[in-house]
Every structure is written in structure tokens, then in C-alpha cells.
């Protein structure tokens, strides 16, 4: 097992990806925290993991909100005894062209996908530091993290700012063995992204499959969707990987979407 008795805390993992990392990391061992705004659904999963022979807990926590981060962090440590790997995954979309974009609605998006990953981060590496023994802080970044695409400036903006915050952390936790890296994953057939399908077509004025086909992966080699499966296979990479060669860095699991 590749991470026997590693603690992950994985926020925005009661679904979508956040879930599957969280199955993928179990399954090698890992002793796993599934934090998300909806503490009911974050239960509901821990409690699959369990039945499946892991270890789980699940907690709620407002990622934009420092006390309740804060609290969810402590609630891990109580209960697993530490924090060897961060999976910064929660996140949002809203989508709007630049002029009708909401201050509030940018603002939003930017405390959900940035900030929480700075009190996340800040939190879990307190513990990470103090034990030791090192760790793992993985990003959910995306294509966007490297492109742009209409209708997103908000979501861009931050996944693009996520690489810088892996990048000061990859530094600062060198030397205590804590390596950051960022996933950027191309369209993942999520209900996030199922929500935003008829929502483009209604903005640009076109069918639903011509979003999927002519929006969403028309740059890819294959037309495919990305898949969680995909996904979880590079989070283990990041969290499994022993030394701090691999740090600092962004992988981009996007059928060719952007290439390198």
C-alpha cells in the first residue's frame, strides 16, 4: 500500500473528484478526512469508506470561514493523530461574461477556490511541520490554470493564482520535507461541469452538445472527457511520491487540451 497510515484531509470530497481521490487513497492505506460544506453528505461518504474496510471521518467546514478550517483541522489531528497529505479540492462555478460578472459573485469565487486553499494550507501545515515526518500539499488547479476560456474570469484568475501558492509552498516546506504540486485536470463530467452545459448555451447561444463538442473538448486529441479515475491516478502520484523532486510543480490531465 502506498500510503499505509498516512492521514489525508481532502476538502470537497463528500463528491465528484474530491470522492474519488478519497476512495483511491483509502484503498492504499490512507486514513482519510472528507471535509465539505455539506457535513451530512461528508458522513454518508466516510461511512462508504468504512463499510469498504478504510478508515474515514467526515467533517463540515465552510473552506472560506478560518474558524471552522481551523476546527476541521483539529478534528483530524484529534482523531487520526496527524496530517501528512492536504488535497485542496473544493471549489465553485459561476459563469458570466467580464461586464455582467457580480463583485459579489467574483469575490465568491475567489474566497472559495483561493482562499480556502491558503487556510487550508496554513492550517495543515502547522501539523505537517511539527510531526516531522513531512508531507503532501496537492492543488485542484485546472487547464485554467493555464488558459482561458470566455465566461470564467473569476475561476481563471484563481486557478492561475493557485500555482503560485503551490509554488512559495513548495520552497517554504522543503525543508521539512513538504512538497506542493498542482493538478490541472481538463472538463471532468462532474455535476459541477454538468451545470455549467446548459448554462453556456444559454449564454452563447448554441445546442448543448455543440458546448460539449465545440466548447468544452474541442481541443482535446480524442473528444473526451476527462475522468475522476483519471484524476485520483495523479493525486496518488503527487502523495505517493518519496522525495522533493516532484515539487512545485502542475500536471495537466486534459486528453491533450494543453500540452506542455
Known sequence: ?????????????????????????AREGAKIVIADLNQEAAQATAAELKAAGGQAIGVGADVT??????AAVQAAVAAFGGIDILVSNAGIQIVHPVEEFSFADWKKMLAIHLDGAFLTTRACLKHMYAQGRGGSVIYMGSVHSKEASVL???YVTAKHGLIGLCKTVAKEGAKHNVRANVICPGFVRTPLV????????????????DVIKNVMLKETVDGEFTTTDDVAAVALLFAAFPTNA????????????FMQ
Open 1 to 25: 500500500m502506498q500510503l499505509k497510515d498516512k492521514v489525508a484531509f481532502i476538502t470537497g470530497a463528500a463528491s465528484g473528484i474530491g470522492k474519488e481521490i478519497a476512495i483511491v487513497y
Open 65 to 70: 470561514d478560518e474558524a471552522q478550517v481551523e
Open 152 to 154: 470564467k474570469a473569476p
Open 194 to 209: 454538468e451545470k455549467q452545459i446548459p448554462e453556456q448555451a444559454k449564454t452563447l447561444g448554441i445546442s448543448e452538445q
Open 246 to 257: 516532484l515539487t512545485g510543480q502542475s500536471l495537466v490531465v486534459s486528453h491533450g487540451w
